[in-house]
C-alpha cells in the first residue's frame, strides 16, 4: 500500500467517507442506507467499520473509501486520492515525473497550458476589461481559473516544448491541430475557460472569441480525447456538488458566463452544459446528490426547446424539473448583471417545467383548436415521462382546468402519443434478455455494453474504453449509441455485475471482446440478409432483383470474410 494511501486510510474511516454523502442508518454492527448506485425502495447498500468496506447486495457494488469515491464522484484513483486527502488535510506527496504514467502526463500538460493561459489574461489588460464589464469579479476569475490566449498559431504549443511535452501528447489531450506545414494551435484569440473533472482536474477547455474576426466561432470546445467526454462533464460541477446535496437540487444553465455569474452571485449549485446538449449521464450525475433540477436556460424558443428536450430525461428518470422564468433574448448572466436581486426573485418563483409550458401557450391567447393541438405537441410528452400516475392525474385534471379541454381527451392522446414523444429515455430493450427477435445480438450487445461500463468504472481499466466504445458506436449506429449512452443506473448496474462476474478472471479481455464483436458484426449482417431477402421475395421487377441479390453476395462475402479471422 502507498504512503499517502495508508496515511488517508489512518485519518479517515469508511463511516466517515461514505457518512458525508449518504444518511446511515445502523444496522447491529453495520449500518445501512438506500444504495446510491441503483434505484431501490429498501435498502440493500451496508457499510462495515470493522472492516472498513461497504456492499450493495442489491447491485454489487461494494470496496473501500477509494473506491466508493470513485464510483459516487465518477473519477479514476487518482481523482479519489485527491478528493480524500482534501478531506484528510493531507499533502500528497509528490512522485518523481519519470515514474508518472502516460496519463498522469496528459493532466499536466493540462494544468501547465491552464497556467499559461491564465498567466496570459493576467499580462493582458484589454480580455480582463472585457470580463468585467460582463460583471466578472477578480476572484470569481481566480477561482474558475479563466485565462486568455492571444491571437497567434503556435503561441501554446512553443511554450509547451519548453515544458518537455511532445507532439503526441499535446495532440491527445486536444491542444494542437496538425496541418501540412505542421501543429498549430487549437485555440487562438479566445478567452479560455477550463473545464474540471469531478475532482477537480482540467481535462479540456471551452475558448469564447474575443475579437470577432468574421469567420470565427464564437465558442470552441476541446474535441473528447482520452480524459474529456462531454456526455460526462458538467461546467462547474466540481464546485458546485457539495451544495447541490445541502441546497436540496441544482441549477443547470447552459453557458460559461451564466455559471461563473450565478456562483458570484451565491448561487453555488449551479452547473453548466457548456455547449453540449444534456445527456443521461449528466443527470445521473446531479440525481446522485439531489432528484430536484431547477433548469435556468435562456429566455427565447431555442432555450425553452432545449429545456424541454432536456426535462423529458430528467422526468423520465424520476425527476423534479422546475424551471425559471427568463425574459425574451437573456440570459441568467444578463439578468445577474442587471440586477442581482431579480435573479434571487426568478429563483424564488420557479414553475414546474409542465406548468411553464402550459402557461407559454395559453398566454398565446390561441383558439380552442390550436391550443389542444400545441398542448399535445408540447405539454403532454412532459407528461408521459412522469413516473407516477398519480402525478400524472394531478397534471392532467390542471391542463383540463386551464385549458377547457377534457380530462377524458386528454387521457386518450396521452396514451395515442406516438412511442418517438415518450421515448426521450432510451429503452433497455435494446439490451434485455430473451427476445424474439434476434436474441443473439441482442445478448452479445449486452455483454460489449457491460464489459465497457465495467471497465469504465476502473482508474486503469485493461482495455481501451474510448477506443472501443467508438468501435461499438460506428457498428451499430447514432440512434442505438444515443439509447447505451443514455441507459438508466440501475440497468447499468445489472450488466456490470454480469461482466464483472463473467470476465473477472478473464485474462485475455481484449481477445474476449474482439470475439464479441466480431460475433456482433455478423449478427447484424445476417439482419441485413434476412431483410434483403424479403425485399427479393416481394419485388416484381427482375432488374431490381438482380441488384439485390448482388447485395447479398456482397454481405456473404462479408460474413465469411469476419468468421474466417476469428478461425
Known amino acids: 500500500m502507498s504512503t499517502n494511501t495508508q496515511k488517508i486510510k489512518d485519518r479517515l474511516n469508511i463511516v466517515d467517507v461514505v457518512g458525508s454523502y449518504l444518511k446511515l442508518d445502523r444496522a447491529g454492527a453495520n449500518l445501512k442506507a438506500p444504495c446510491p448506485f441503483h434505484n431501490e425502495k429498501t435498502p440493500s447498500f451496508f457499510v462495515s467499520p470493522d472492516r472498513g468496506t461497504y456492499k450493495c447486495f442489491g447491485c454489487g457494488a461494494g470496496g473501500d473509501i ?12 487518482p481523482g479519489a486520492l485527491k478528493l480524500l486527502a482534501e478531506k484528510a488535510g493531507i499533502e500528497l506527496e509528490r512522485e518523481d515525473p519519470k515514474l508518472k504514467n502516460e496519463r498522469e502526463k496528459l493532466y499536466r500538460a493540462m494544468e501547465e497550458a491552464t497556467l499559461f493561459f491564465v498567466g496570459n489574461l493576467k499580462s493582458t489588460t484589454g ?31 512553443d511554450y509547451l516544448k519548453t515544458r518537455g511535452f511532445n507532439d503526441e501528447e499535446m495532440e491527445k489531450v486536444g491542444l494542437i491541430k496538425k496541418a501540412e506545414k505542421g501543429y498549430y494551435d487549437r485555440f487562438r484569440n479566445r478567452i479560455i475557460f477550463p473545464l474540471f473533472d469531478n475532482s477537480g482536474r482540467v481535462v479540456a477547455f471551452s475558448g469564447r472569441l474575443y475579437e470577432d474576426d468574421g469567420k470565427s466561432a464564437k465558442y470552441l470546445n476541446s474535441p473528447e480525447t482520452v480524459l474529456f467526454n462531454k456526455s460526462r462533464i458538467l461546467y462547474g460541477y466540481n464546485f458546485a456538488k457539495n451544495d447541490i446535496r445541502t441546497r436540496g437540487f441544482s441549477i443547470l444553465v447552459e453557458g460559461q458566463m451564466d455559471l461563473t455569474m ?28 439531489s432528484d430536484k433540477i431547477v433548469m435556468a436556460y435562456d429566455g427565447d424558443e431555442a432555450g425553452l426547446s432545449a429545456a424541454n428536450k432536456g426535462a423529458k430525461l430528467a422526468l423520465g428518470m424520476g425527476m423534479e424539473v422546475k424551471l425559471v422564468e ?4 437573456q440570459d441568467p448572466a444578463d439578468v445577474i448583471l442587471k440586477d442581482k436581486s431579480s435573479w434571487t426573485k426568478a429563483m424564488r418563483a420557479t414553475v414546474h417545467i409542465i406548468d411553464f409550458n402550459l402557461n407559454c401557450l395559453l398566454k398565446k391567447n390561441l383558439d380552442k383548436r390550436q391550443l389542444g393541438l400545441e398542448i399535445k405537441r408540447k405539454v403532454l410528452p412532459l ?25 377524458q381527451v386528454l387521457w386518450d392522446d396521452l396514451g395515442n402519443l406516438d412511442k418517438d414523444d415518450t421515448a426521450s429515455v432510451p429503452k433497455e430493450i435494446v439490451l434485455e434478455k430473451d427476445k424474439k427477435n434476434y436474441p443473439r445480438r441482442k445478448e452479445t450487445l449486452r455483454e460489449i455494453t457491460g464489459i465497457l461500463f465495467w471497465q469504465q468504472s476502473f482508474g486503469e481499466p485493461l482495455i481501451n474504453v474510448q477506443k472501443w466504445e467508438e468501435k461499438l458506436f460506428d457498428l451499430i449506429g447514432e440512434d442505438l449509441a444515443d439509447k447505451i449512452k443514455n441507459l438508466s443506473d440501475s440497468f447499468k448496474n445489472e450488466i456490470i455485475f454480469e461482466a464483472e462476474s463473467k470476465h473477472i478472471d478473464e485474462k485475455n479481455l ?58
Do not use: C
Open 262 to 289: 450565478s456562483h458570484q452571485a451565491g448561487f453555488t449549485n449551479t452547473v453548466a452544459t457548456s455547449g453540449t446538449a444534456l445527456t443521461g449521464e449528466h443527470l445521473s450525475l446531479l440525481k446522485r446528490l
Open 66 to 77: 477509494f473506491t466508493f469515491v470513485e464510483q459516487f464522484e465518477g473519477v479514476d484513483f
Open 326 to 329: 427568463i425574459s425574451d433574448n
Open 510 to 567: 481484449k481477445n474476449r471482446l474482439q470475439g464479441a464483436f466480431d460475433q456482433l458484426e455478423i449478427e447484424i449482417l445476417i439482419e441485413k440478409k434476412d431483410l434483403i431477402k424479403k425485399q427479393i421475395e416481394s419485388e416484381n421487377d427482375e432488374d431490381k432483383k438482380i441488384s439485390l441479390s448482388g447485395e447479398l453476395l456482397e454481405l456473404s462475402k462479408k460474413i465469411d470474410t469476419v468468421r474466417s479471422t476469428n478461425l
Open 127 to 157: 480580455p480582463m476589461e472585457y470580463l468585467k464589464k460582463r460583471g466578472l469579479e477578480q476572484k470569481t476569475v481566480d477561482k474558475f481559473r479563466i485565462g486568455f490566449v492571444k491571437d497567434e498559431w503556435r503561441n501554446l504549443y
Open 383 to 407: 407528461v408521459g415521462q412522469l413516473k407516477s400516475k398519480i402525478e400524472q392525474d394531478y397534471f392532467i385534471n390542471s391542463i383540463g382546468g386551464k385549458a377547457g379541454i377534457s380530462q
